[in-house]
């Protein structure tokens, strides 16, 4: 039985070159999210886990990933400490954020 074969680098998710890099746009949240003039109601949104770019206008958290959800009208990068939604996608001007 032979090896398996190595793993290709072109095939892999993560790139570590300047076209992986992510380029990032600040979003309006009314534009993202609805419900944020209902003071009164909490709004319930979920993340789906912590990237490693870092909030580019705070520059102190890790940004999250934000999915579509019944109050989400798009997916979107969050800063939890100053509250900026982002919009991702690489240098080439792929979006990062869809499927």
């Given at each position: 039985?032979?090896?398996?074969?190595?793993?290709?680098?072109?095939?892999?998710?993560r790139r570590n070159d300047a076209e992986g890099?992510?380029?990032?746009?600040?979003?309006?949240?009314?534009m993202v999210v609805d419900h944020l003039d209902d003071e009164g109601q909490p709004l319930h949104v979920l993340s789906f886990g912590t990237l490693r770019?870092?909030?580019p206008k705070c520059q102190t958290s890790h940004l999250k990933l934000v999915l579509r959800q019944s109050s989400v009208r798009m997916a979107h990068l969050f800063c939890a400490d100053c509250a900026t939604c982002y919009d991702a996608h690489y240098s080439n001007?792929?979006?990062a954020l869809t499927l």
């Amino acid at each position: 039985m032979s090896p398996p074969p190595p793993p290709n680098p072109n095939n892999s998710r993560r790139r570590n070159d300047a076209e992986g890099c992510l380029v990032l746009s600040e979003l309006n949240p009314r534009m993202v999210v609805d419900h944020l003039d209902d003071e009164g109601q909490p709004l319930h949104v979920l993340s789906f886990g912590t990237l490693r770019e870092i909030c580019p206008k705070c520059q102190t958290s890790h940004l999250k990933l934000v999915l579509r959800q019944s109050s989400v009208r798009m997916a979107h990068l969050f800063c939890a400490d100053c509250a900026t939604c982002y919009d991702a996608h690489y240098s080439n001007g792929t979006p990062a954020l869809t499927l």
